[in-house]
């Protein structure tokens, strides 16, 4: 069993607050984007634990998930001093890039092996359309969490932002550089039309970039999340801020069935069920 202590959490903190800060200067939009990656990972971090407790994870997986949830965005920092973007596509994947910072900087030499390798993989894994088929069952579990986690907060900031977006407020980063324009592609709808997830290469407008989070209802993993996205209403927050069109309530239509099936659906779902293939 992998074995992560308070004394392993606190140092892997105390680096990531000190890389952090290395980044934060004089330049505002530098600085701003920063911070709103640096409070974005304490809330994953918080997520995570959440979800975890709500499994009745032991302490020794709760430090491990929230070490995962802590280092997950790592690249994010140089990716956008370096490029002034957080679009993967028009920059540096930054799951592969947060690696290569982690190995460099040498964070992980103090745990284990395995533990070593599994929060690698995490990383690595976190923001992949699907995941490995090849894979043992607690790297899959562990990334799981990490990705509902994700999620949520990502529904956070963007909810928040398109609120905010109203009195004039702007942050094209968040945006992913998209143009706002009532355009809305015909792949991305055809693909939450048939329950699947939108891939990132169709998305061409910030509608489509709404439509795509929309459609993470399709990859969620625990009863936590799907609860907490329900009671925080992100789905009719972000349907506010689409087109009222008769496509896009059919997409919203089949969005909150699913969303109401699979709380109802969990709610039968014994933890023996939930834990089942993890302790196996």
Known sequence: MIEIDKDNLNEI??????????????????FDNIVL???????????????????KLEKNKLNLAEIIALLHD???????????????????NHAE????????????DD?????????????????????????????????????????LDIYRVVTEYYMKQQNG??????ELDLPNTSDISEDVCKSLLNKKIVNIKDVNTLNDFKLLQIGWIFDINFSATYHNVKSRRYIEI??????????????FNIIHQCLDDKCSEIENYTQKDIMANYEN
């Not at 972000?238 to 997409?251: Q, S």
Request: aromatic share 10%.
């Open 13 to 30: 903190k105390e680096w990531f607050h000190k890389y952090v800060s290395s980044f934060k200067n004089d330049d505002m939009e530098l």
């Open 37 to 55: 990656k640096e409070h974005h990972t304490a809330q994953v971090c918080k997520e995570i634990l959440e979800i975890g407790r709500s499994l």
């Open 238 to 251: 972000i349907r506010t801020y689409l087109p009222k069109t008769e496509k896009i309530t059919g997409i």
């Open 97 to 108: 890039l947060g690696l290569k910072i982690l190995k460099k900087n040498r964070v992980l």
């Open 169 to 174: 407020k702007q942050n094209k980063t968040i």
């Open 111 to 151: 745990l284990s092996e395995s533990a070593k390798n599994l929060i690698l993989k995490a990383v690595k894994y976190h923001n992949r359309a699907y995941l490995p088929d090849n894979e043992t069952d607690e790297c899959i579990f562990f990334t799981k969490l990490l990705r509902d986690a994700d999620k």
């Open 74 to 92: 790592i690249g994010r920092f140089e990716q956008y001093k370096i490029y002034r973007t957080f679009a993967d596509n028009k920059s540096v």
